[in-house]
């Protein structure tokens, strides 16, 4: 570096010299412009119109123009690198994993069993043809109903089984005895092993003469928790069928399903079923195996003597309604059909059977009745001899049987067929070198071939025709009015009304068309529902307009309830499968497409011509387990958008299930209501992935409450209206004892006849002559309530004229505030509610609904609030199975959660016992696991709804200190319950007594209150 470039620069090389000269524009026309990068302010456009580059390299100078952000092109596009030409496509970044395939394949969702179609021995046409058609004498319809595992779709695979075209299920149904469960069509049923819907199926079965019928067989659920299936069953058919384990015998839902038979009037049939438990299990001798036979037979008849008040006739062998079978190695007979048989092998020589009828001899096949081996006459005692006599079904049914399972268990080959063909049983060479089960089944099928038939005869003799059945129907389900046969005169035939009534009467095919729909069927994609309806009278086709009246339809006081639509498709139940008909006439189960939008549960369907004047048929109700459901789930979307899919797929949870409830809350959140945690995990299955295809959040189980007092009310209760010119007064006690479920039964209604009406109260509950005339309403529902409002005005001191103007508002207004209690916004229970003064308005328009409505609520709540308000809870009634041993250590369970031990009892001819007892359902949540953890697995545990119960503890009393994260003490407990249902309703944390009490109320309570205290 020279000199004089080191005086231009510093130390560190900065220059210090002189200003330069040098100019921008001489910088810019020496250098040429470089291309605008990433943050430049100019665009491509703007660039190529600026620069153009000559042959002499001569450059234009740039325009400096604003480029708005929007504008800026930062990269070329794909026209501009590849060409105009090339066809380009730009596309996203891949989200999907590695595993997602970019088209996935259509996924059909099916709800039902997919299998293979069985062969009938007769065709669809035949079936539909010479039977659906023809007169209604050769029809039935009967209800498979009993407890859970006692053999109901088992023994519904056995008496389908002759219908086969092969004549068997096939060699796993032999091997395992298990069948195919044909009747348990639902996915999620072989996935529990056990039924959770019930299944109509119309079949033809020959009885022991060779005759068909046409059979209607409803298989129900045995759980407890599925009850209401069985109940919508029973309302359907004409007939039920109870079927008992021969072992366990009669069982919790048992006597429900017998309780809801005897009060739908059907004639009841037995079957005791797993008989072979009896020989293969307990190995119980012959007559040890007829006592307890004979035990469970007089343990039902009991059971139907304190159902019906001494009213039914009992069950019994000898009378042809009791059968035994065993579906496992496919046999079942009636004394009937086995006397039959047993005849059939008899020799034409001189002995038993040559001069004795079959009838006779199935009459004597029971009972005391024994064989003298020396006279040969059969006598009700046996006569002292060296050799001991046993009763005849000892010896002339259970002693063949016993020694066939002897044989076929414990002798060789040649044996068991040497005894086999005495008996003309021939099987072939690979049946007699079988396991033990498919060659007991080979066996015994053959042997009581024809015996098999004999629950044909037994249905056919016991179940009436559908002709027969429908006045029985009628008078017990049909809401309107009944017409005498002695009620007709020549203007019958004019009267639209009196022709309706007695077409259904007749079961008349020629008639106005009238069915009853009692239950819905999901499609097997779960997007629309088959509707099971009896037909009454009249004729179904497809493409029929019909209307369908809802179950709060009434042609006099609402007829909003109604649709009108067109029956798109009528069919045939068979189980899996249906058969499409093209007509279908009284006295016929069908299942109906295109009307399930407008049926809620149940309906009534009529032809439009008919609709103003028919009346509905009664809605299901279920007095086994308290009525209605009472276990809550709250639940809401996880995705809230996808609540309107929720929201439909609810509606038709609640179509699906019978029971069912769902409801909305102040608070915005959605509730469903079950019978039970099993009901309510399927109902959550079914809607998370069966009808709504969705994830849901679901809070903590919960139960319904009600609300009652304890006491009359402290001081009579007042309220003005808004205007200042009508005053009430009423005051609350509590209703007599056992009243309310009567009331909540049916079995009291306001249109009783005056005297009727009060000669009940009179005799039954000790009530005046005045009180019993002056009940005004039922609360809060209009027929089934549970509370009473009653007149205790007298004429002197009230003017009644005005009174009764105003009857309908205050009824409202008390119906109102029954419905949404005063602590909680439960409904009240069990309170009587009496009018003690009113002071009205001359004029009607300053005591119309919107003065009287609000004001009657208000007043009703102050009474309730003043006569020691309560909580009620529901409590379960549990029937626990286990061995002997443990039920000392069962108690230690259920007082954990305020349950008790009321009974228990040996199960005669086994080592089980059968524990009953109590449990509050707010504490049930989880107990079943915890009794099976805890007995490790030796105990089975049934539920149901029993009764309602008082939570100990006053709700009211604000000196309780609630700890958070600790459990209350049982006087707590109602005071905490109130707090957190107010707080899960978005309502406030205490119940303000100023909200329905007025200035001079809330003074004379507030003297009242000191009073006490300074007592």
Same mark, same amino acid.
């Given at each position: 570096m020279?000199?004089?470039?080191?005086?231009?620069?510093?130390?560190?090389? +900065?220059?210090?010299?002189?200003?330069?000269?040098?100019?921008?524009?001489?910088?810019?026309?020496?250098?040429?412009?470089?291309?605008?990068?990433d943050?430049?302010d100019?665009?491509?456009?703007?660039?190529?119109d600026?620069?153009?580059?000559?042959?002499?390299?001569v450059?234009?100078?740039?325009?400096?123009a604003?480029?708005?952000?929007?504008?800026?092109?930062?990269?070329?596009?794909?026209?501009?690198?590849?060409?105009e030409?090339? %066809?380009?496509?730009?596309?996203?970044?891949?989200?999907?994993?590695?595993?997602?395939?970019?088209?996935?394949?259509?996924?059909?969702?099916?709800?039902?069993?997919?299998?293979?179609?069985?062969?009938?021995?007769?065709?669809?046409?035949?079936?539909?043809?010479?039977?659906?058609?023809?007169?209604?004498?050769?029809? %039935?319809?009967?209800?498979?109903?009993?407890?859970?595992?006692h053999?109901?779709?088992?023994?519904?695979?056995?008496?389908?089984?002759?219908?086969?075209?092969?004549?068997?299920?096939?060699?796993?149904a032999?091997?395992?005895?298990?069948?195919?469960?044909?009747?348990?069509?639902?996915?999620?049923?072989?996935d529990?092993?056990?039924?959770?819907?019930?299944?109509?199926?119309?079949?033809l079965?020959?009885?022991?003469?060779?005759?068909?019928?046409?059979?209607?067989?409803?298989d129900?659920?045995?759980?407890?928790?599925?009850?209401?299936?069985?109940?919508?069953?029973?309302?359907?058919?004409d007939?039920?069928?109870?079927?008992?384990?021969?072992?366990?015998?009669?069982?919790?839902?048992?006597?429900?399903?017998?309780?809801?038979?005897?009060?739908?009037?059907? /004639?009841?049939?037995?079957?005791?079923t797993?008989?072979? !438990?009896?020989i293969?299990?307990?190995?119980?001798?012959?007559?040890?195996?007829?006592?307890?036979?004979?035990?469970?037979?007089?343990?039902f008849?009991?059971?139907?003597?304190?159902?019906?008040?001494?009213?039914?006739?009992?069950?019994?062998?000898?009378?042809?309604?009791?059968?035994?079978?065993?579906?496992?190695h496919?046999?079942?007979?009636?004394l009937?059909?086995?006397?039959?048989v047993y005849?059939?092998?008899?020799?034409?020589?001189?002995?038993?059977?040559?001069?004795?009828?079959?009838?006779?001899?199935?009459?004597?096949?029971?009972?005391?009745?024994?064989?003298?081996?020396?006279?040969?006459?059969?006598?009700?005692?046996?006569?002292?001899?060296?050799?001991?006599?046993?009763?005849?079904?000892?010896?002339?049914?259970?002693? /063949?049987?016993?020694?066939?399972?002897?044989?076929?268990?414990?002798?060789?080959?040649?044996?068991?067929n040497?005894?086999?063909?005495?008996?003309?049983?021939?099987?072939?060479?690979?049946?007699?070198?079988?396991?033990?089960? /498919?060659?007991?089944?080979a066996?015994?099928?053959?042997?009581?071939?024809?015996?098999?038939?004999?629950?044909?005869?037994?249905?056919?003799?016991?179940?009436?025709?559908?002709?027969?059945?429908?006045?029985?129907?009628?008078?017990?389900?049909?809401?309107?009015?009944?017409?005498?046969?002695?009620?007709?005169?020549?203007?019958?035939?004019?009267?639209?009304?009196?022709?309706?009534?007695?077409?259904?009467?007749?079961?008349?095919?020629?008639?106005?068309?009238?069915?009853?729909?009692?239950?819905?069927?999901?499609?097997?994609?779960?997007?629309?529902?088959?509707?099971?309806a009896?037909?009454?009278?009249g004729?179904?086709?497809?493409?029929?307009?019909?209307?369908v009246?809802?179950?709060?339809? @009434?042609?006099?006081?609402?007829?909003?309830?109604t649709?009108?639509?067109?029956?798109?498709g009528?069919?045939?139940? !068979?189980?899996?499968?249906?058969?499409?008909?093209?007509?279908?006439?009284?006295?016929?189960?069908?299942?109906?497409?295109?009307?399930?939008?407008?049926i809620?549960?149940?309906?009534?369907?009529?032809?439009?011509?008919?609709?103003?004047?028919?009346?509905?048929?009664?809605?299901?109700?279920?007095?086994?387990?308290?009525?209605?459901?009472?276990?809550?789930?709250?639940?809401?979307p996880?995705?809230?958008?996808?609540?309107?899919?929720?929201?439909?797929?609810?509606?038709?949870?609640?179509?699906?299930?019978?029971?069912?409830?769902?409801?909305?809350?102040?608070?915005?959140?959605?509730?469903?209501?079950?019978?039970?945690?099993?009901?309510?995990d399927?109902?959550?299955?079914d809607?998370?992935?069966?009808?709504?295809?969705?994830?849901?959040?679901?809070?903590?189980?919960?139960?319904?409450?009600?609300?009652?007092?304890?006491? @009359?009310s402290?001081?009579?209760?007042?309220?003005?209206?808004?205007?200042?010119? +009508?005053?009430?007064?009423?005051?609350?006690?509590?209703?007599?004892e056992?009243?309310?479920?009567?009331?909540?039964?049916?079995?009291?209604?306001?249109?009783?006849?005056?005297?009727?009406?009060?000669k009940?109260?009179?005799?039954?509950?000790?009530?005046?002559?005045?009180?019993?005339?002056?009940?005004?309403?039922?609360?809060?529902?209009?027929?089934?309530?549970?509370?009473?409002?009653?007149?205790?005005?007298?004429? @002197?001191?009230?003017?009644?004229?005005?009174? +009764?103007?105003?009857?309908?508002?205050?009824?409202q207004?008390?119906?109102?505030?029954?419905r949404?209690?005063?602590?909680?916004?439960? /409904?009240?229970?069990?309170?009587?509610?009496?009018?003690?003064?009113?002071?009205?308005a001359?004029?009607?328009?300053?005591?119309?609904?919107?003065?009287?409505?609000?004001t009657?609520?208000?007043t009703?709540?102050a009474?309730?609030?003043?006569?020691?308000?309560?909580?009620?809870?529901?409590?379960?009634?549990?029937?626990?199975?286990?061995?002997?041993?443990?039920?000392?250590?069962?108690?230690s369970?259920?007082?954990?959660?305020?349950?008790?031990?009321?009974?228990? !009892?040996?199960?005669?001819?086994t080592?089980?016992?059968?524990?009953?007892?109590?449990?509050?359902?707010?504490?049930?949540?989880?107990?079943?696991?915890?009794?099976?953890?805890?007995?490790?697995?030796?105990?089975?545990?049934?539920?149901?709804?029993?009764?309602?119960?008082?939570?100990?503890?006053?709700?009211?009393?604000?000196?309780?200190?609630?700890?958070?994260?600790?459990?209350?003490?049982?006087?707590?407990?109602?005071?905490?319950?109130?707090?957190?249902?107010?707080? %899960?309703?978005?309502?406030?944390?205490?119940?303000?007594? @100023?909200k329905?009490?007025?200035?001079?109320?809330?003074?004379?309570?507030?003297?009242?209150?000191?009073?006490?205290?300074?007592?």
């Open positions: 020279s000199d004089n470039d080191e005086e231009l620069y510093d130390e560190f090389g +900065n220059y210090i010299g002189p200003d330069l000269d040098s100019s921008s524009d001489e910088e810019d026309d020496s250098v040429p412009p470089s291309a605008p990068d943050a430049s100019v665009s491509r456009d703007s660039m190529r600026l620069v153009a580059r000559e042959d002499d390299e450059y234009a100078e740039p325009i400096k604003i480029v708005l952000h929007e504008d800026k092109e930062h990269y070329a596009s794909a026209e501009q690198v590849y060409g030409e090339v %066809r380009t496509a730009v596309l996203d970044e891949d989200a999907m994993d590695i595993e997602t395939p970019i088209m996935e394949a259509e996924t059909k969702k099916l709800l039902h069993v997919q299998g293979i179609p069985y062969e009938w021995n007769y065709s669809d046409d035949y079936l539909g043809a010479h039977f659906l058609n023809e007169t209604t004498r050769n029809r %039935r319809a009967i209800a498979f109903v009993g407890h859970l595992h053999g109901k779709t088992s023994l519904m695979d056995l008496i389908l089984e002759p219908t086969l075209q092969s004549g068997s299920w096939g060699p796993r032999s091997l395992d005895g298990k069948g195919p469960r044909y009747t348990d069509i639902l996915q999620t049923e072989h529990r092993q056990m039924s959770l819907a019930s299944t109509p199926l119309t079949t079965l020959t009885d022991t003469r060779g005759k068909s019928f046409c059979v209607t067989v409803m129900t659920p045995g759980h407890p928790h599925f009850h209401d299936e069985a109940v919508a069953a029973l309302r359907a058919v007939a039920a069928c109870v079927v008992v384990d021969a072992v366990e015998g009669i069982m919790m839902h048992t006597e429900m399903v017998v309780r809801q038979a005897i009060a739908e009037g059907l /004639p009841l049939m037995l079957v005791l797993k008989m072979d !438990r009896l293969v299990e307990l190995k119980l001798p012959p007559r040890d195996a007829y006592y307890k036979l004979q035990h469970i037979i007089d343990e008849n009991e059971l139907i003597g304190r159902a019906s008040r001494g009213r039914y006739p009992k069950v019994s062998p000898e009378r042809g309604n009791v059968a035994f079978a065993s579906a496992v496919g046999w079942m007979f009636t009937h059909s086995f006397a039959q005849l059939e092998h008899q020799s034409n020589d001189d002995g038993l059977g040559q001069n004795l009828s079959i009838d006779d001899f199935a009459l004597r096949l029971w009972g005391d009745a024994y064989l003298d081996p020396e006279t040969g006459r059969f006598q009700r005692s046996p006569r002292d001899s060296s050799t001991k006599v046993e009763r005849t079904f000892v010896t002339f049914v259970l002693e /063949p049987i016993y020694k066939i399972y002897s044989a076929c268990l414990g002798e060789r080959e040649a044996d068991v040497a005894l086999l063909r005495s008996l003309g049983v021939l099987l072939k060479k690979d049946q007699l070198r079988a396991s033990a089960r /498919p060659l007991l089944r066996a015994l099928s053959q042997f009581l071939q024809t015996a098999q038939h004999g629950f044909v005869d037994m249905v056919v003799q016991q179940c009436p025709h559908p002709a027969a059945s429908a006045a029985g129907k009628i008078a017990r389900n049909y809401t309107g009015p009944v017409i005498q046969e002695d009620d007709n005169n020549q203007d019958d035939s004019d009267d639209k009304y009196a022709k309706l009534y007695h077409a259904m009467k007749d079961c008349d095919p020629k008639g106005p068309l009238v069915m009853h729909a009692v239950k819905s069927y999901a499609s097997p994609d779960g997007q629309s529902f088959w509707t099971l009896r037909i009454y009278s004729t179904v086709r497809p493409a029929t307009p019909v209307q009246l809802g179950e709060s339809y @009434s042609p006099e006081d609402d007829d909003e309830d649709a009108k639509c067109v029956i798109q009528v069919a045939i139940p !068979r189980g899996r499968f249906h058969t499409h008909v093209s007509v279908a006439t009284a006295g016929n189960w069908v299942l109906l497409e295109g009307i399930d939008a407008h809620a549960k149940t309906a009534t369907i009529v032809e439009e011509l008919y609709a103003d004047v028919a009346h509905i048929f009664k809605p299901l109700s279920f007095p086994q387990v308290g009525g209605e459901a009472v276990m809550k789930l709250s639940i809401e996880l995705n809230p958008a996808e609540l309107p899919k929720m929201i439909e797929g609810l509606r038709r949870v609640s179509k699906a299930y019978p029971m069912a409830r769902t409801k909305v809350e102040e608070s915005g959140e959605h509730v469903v209501l079950g019978n039970g945690e099993l009901y309510m399927c109902m959550m299955h809607l998370r992935h069966v009808y709504s295809d969705i994830e849901v959040k679901i809070a903590d189980p919960m139960v319904a409450f009600r609300e009652t007092v304890v006491e @009359s402290a001081l009579k209760c007042s309220a003005e209206t808004s205007n200042k010119k +009508n005053r009430l007064s009423l005051i609350a006690e509590p209703l007599d056992g009243l309310a479920e009567e009331l909540e039964a049916g079995k009291v209604k306001l249109a009783w006849e005056p005297k009727k009406f009060a009940f109260f009179q005799t039954q509950y000790n009530w005046d002559l005045l009180s019993s005339r002056s009940v005004w309403a039922f609360g809060d529902s209009p027929t089934h309530g549970t509370n009473i409002l009653l007149d205790d005005t007298l004429p @002197s001191e009230v003017d009644k004229v005005l009174l +009764n103007s105003c009857k309908s508002s205050i009824v207004g008390f119906q109102w505030a029954t949404e209690g005063p602590l909680c916004e439960e /409904p009240v229970r069990g309170t009587k509610v009496k009018i003690l003064d009113a002071l009205l001359d004029k009607p328009i300053f005591r119309g609904g919107g003065q009287m409505i609000p009657a609520r208000r009703v709540h009474a309730l609030l003043t006569a020691s308000p309560r909580l009620l809870e529901p409590v379960l009634r549990l029937d626990i199975q286990c061995p002997g041993a443990i039920v000392g250590n069962l108690q369970v259920l007082s954990r959660r305020r349950g008790h031990i009321v009974q228990d !009892r040996p199960i005669s001819g080592t089980f016992y059968s524990v009953k007892g109590f449990l509050p359902m707010l504490d049930s949540f989880g107990f079943e696991t915890d009794l099976r953890t805890f007995t490790q697995g030796q105990a089975m545990v049934f539920s149901a709804f029993d009764h309602w119960s008082v939570i100990p503890g006053d709700p009211l009393d604000k000196s309780i200190i609630l700890h958070p994260l600790e459990p209350s003490p049982p006087p707590h407990l109602a005071r905490e319950l109130l707090i957190k249902t107010r707080r %899960r309703k978005g309502l406030s944390e205490d119940v303000s007594m @100023s329905f009490l007025d200035d001079d109320m809330r003074a004379q309570l507030q003297a009242l209150q000191e009073q006490d205290n300074m007592e």
